[in-house]
T-cell receptor, first 112, second 114 residues
Framework: KQEVTQIPAALSVPEGENLVLNCSFTDSAIYNLQWFRQDPGKGLTSLLLIQSSQREQTSGRLNASLDKSSGRSTLYIAASQPGDSATYLCAPSPSGNTPLVFGKGTRLSVIA | SQTIHQWPATLVQPVGSPLSLECTVEGTSNPNLYWYRQAAGRGLQLLFYSVGIGQISSEVPQNLSASRPQDRQFILSSKKLLLSDSGFYLC?????????????FGNGTRLTVT
């Protein structure tokens, strides 16, 4: 059974800092991995989807990397802004109809 | 473009009352549909998923049930709510006919059982 761990659970940084969020998973037989953002009281917004054949995926100031064999993914946020404050979740996806399994997330606070 | 609608946004119900939460997806056909629950301080828990009309898979035994009466409609129900059913309920969909289709979420329903 897939288990997903996200470290740290919470992070507070000053505005402008570059930061890295970590995600590890126990079953490396994944098809892709998604990173999501969740604002308080809201649903999840998909940020990036990185395919198992890819090493990196970029969108604006966000860069996700994937090391499938070691069961790790990182989300790099460059030049953080107060608007980046949210909870970030990762979810590796097995192939087929099997649903995604989520980590508990990293709660990020960017202080102006 | 595809959109997902989930309602109501908030709900306060007494213990023992019934529940019906509805989710619909527009702009696609034959999506995989999911119900997740997020309890305070805990992660996302998968409750049910459906790969087609009338096909429901349950992940966690509980007093909740799900139905898919139409292709793009997913309903979460309970006959008698428990206090422990309080939480944030999220509907999601993805199109597995497309390789690497992302999972998309609705805005959620905040359920408080009193």
């Amino acid at each position: 059974k897939q288990e997903v761990t996200q470290i740290p659970a919470a992070l507070s940084v000053p505005e402008g800092e570059n930061l890295v969020l970590n995600c590890s998973f126990t079953d490396s037989a994944i098809y892709n991995l998604q990173w999501f953002r969740q604002d308080p009281g809201k649903g999840l917004t998909s940020l990036l989807l990185i395919q198992s054949s890819q090493r990196e995926q970029t969108s604006g100031r966000l860069n996700a990397s994937l090391d499938k064999s070691s069961g790790r993914s990182t989300l790099y946020i460059a030049a953080s802004q107060p608007g980046d404050s949210a909870t970030y979740l990762c979810a590796p996806s097995p192939s087929g109809n099997t649903p995604l399994v989520f980590g508990k997330g990293t709660r990020l606070s960017v202080i102006a | 473009s595809q959109t997902i609608h989930q309602w109501p946004a908030t709900l306060v119900q007494p213990v023992g009352s019934p529940l019906s939460l509805e989710c619909t997806v527009e702009g696609t056909s034959n999506p995989n549909l999911y119900w997740y629950r997020q309890a305070a301080g805990r992660g996302l828990q998968l409750l049910f998923y459906s790969v087609g009309i009338g096909q429901i898979s349950s992940e966690v035994p509980q007093n909740l049930s799900a139905s898919r009466p139409q292709d793009r409609q997913f309903i979460l129900s309970s006959k008698k709510l428990l206090l422990s059913d309080s939480g944030f309920y999220l509907c999601a969909w993805r199109d597995l006919r497309r390789a690497n289709s992302p999972l998309h979420f609705g805005n959620g329903t905040r359920l408080t059982v009193t």
